[in-house]
């Protein structure tokens, strides 16, 4: 069993940055791609970025490219999403997911089987 937990959401003001985090338990973490998804009200769950089990073969959407980084630590088990130049229109509740490291080029954008409860992240214009 994976369970994962975001933390770091919050209101912040446009232009502005955040960092969110999620601690992940069990031993299959090092196995394990991660991603980051959002869905702002009315709207479908969307990828924002993924990332490898190695930390390599990151992958963005084209809305987040250049302002959002995807990294992760092994050794803590945690994954995190640094978020600068935030815009109103990144406004969602943000939820991090795992799925089993296939051996994929880059990080997968779905099928992702073990998800967080999210975390809201507002940004005022």
């Known amino acids: 069993q994976v369970q994962l937990v975001e933390s770091g959401g919050g209101l912040v003001q446009a232009g502005g940055s955040l960092r969110l985090s999620c601690a992940v338990s069990g031993r299959t973490f090092r196995s394990h791609a991660m991603g980051w998804f959002r869905q702002a009200p009315g709207e479908e769950r969307e990828f924002v970025a993924g990332?490898?089990?190695?930390?390599?073969?990151?992958n963005y959407a084209d809305s987040v490219k250049g302002r959002f980084t995807i990294s992760r630590d092994n050794t803590k088990n945690t994954v995190y999403l640094q978020m600068n130049s935030l815009k109103p229109e990144d406004t969602a509740v943000y939820f991090c997911a795992a799925v089993y490291d296939s051996g994929w080029r880059l990080a997968p954008v779905r099928g992702y089987d073990y998800w967080g409860q999210g975390t809201q992240v507002t940004v005022s214009s």
């Open positions: 990332i490898k089990w190695n930390g390599g073969g990151t």
